[in-house]
């Protein structure tokens, strides 16, 4: 185990100024994964169920329920469903100002799930030409050596060419995992999306579910019969 941080550290040292950069950017990106890893396992696992237990709640018209599920469960899913419902349960918003609400909350929430992709994004980019650029840093430094003594010999140019393969392995290595995770990534919140649109569906369709049961009670209210069973009421003057 020492052998190999002894190696590693003599690797990192050979490399020259442009591994600390290199060093830098990998840090990042480990930091990066790792949050947005745990951030993703847990709004998935959150979604997967909440979507089916709201919409039973509500079938059932347990609406504050609903809502207590909701603020419990983390996820951009449940953000959603929250924001909906609890407009639908204030009764002073229409159906219009519900469904802005709930679109302005998705947008916020994708933003938030989405946040660290352009680290990730510009480490992959970066990493391999901060190598490169070290690559071109050791040729120079090898052939400027070669002008110093005026003759080429395998022991002047080893120490430039040693720096510029050891920071071109160095950002490759970097920026291939980096781009794995990326794409990982991209398809994880693509499918939150997709359910995060079932969140917004299955809110807008309890609205207009409740909208038009309230049309059809105004209506069966104001039809032939609401007033003493038959079309028109009886005055007590023209009773006999």
Known sequence: ?????????????????????????????????????????????????????????????????????????????????????????????????????????????????????VVLATVANVAPLLGFL??????????GAIAEAGQVEASLVAGGIKIALITTAAGLTIAVPVNIAYNYFVMKIDALIMEMEKGSAEVLNLVWDMEHRSALGMATAGGPGAHGGSGSPIHPDTAS
């Open 1 to 117: 185990m020492d052998g190999n941080q002894y190696e590693l550290l003599t690797l990192f040292a050979d490399g020259g100024s442009m591994m600390y950069p290199l060093a830098l950017c990998s840090l990042l990106a480990v930091g990066v994964i790792i949050a947005k890893s745990y951030m993703l396992f847990t709004a998935h696992r959150a979604s997967k169920s909440i979507l089916n237990r709201v919409a039973e709640l509500c079938k059932q018209g347990k609406l504050e329920e609903a809502i207590e599920l909701a603020e419990d469960t983390p996820g951009p899913v449940a953000a959603i469903l929250l924001s909906g419902l609890r407009r639908v349960v204030d009764g002073r918003s229409s159906g219009q100002d519900i469904e802005k609400a709930v679109r302005t909350t998705g947008t916020i929430e994708l933003g938030f799930v989405e946040r660290g992709l």
């Open 134 to 143: 070290g690559t071109v840093a050791g040729m120079i430094a090898a052939f």
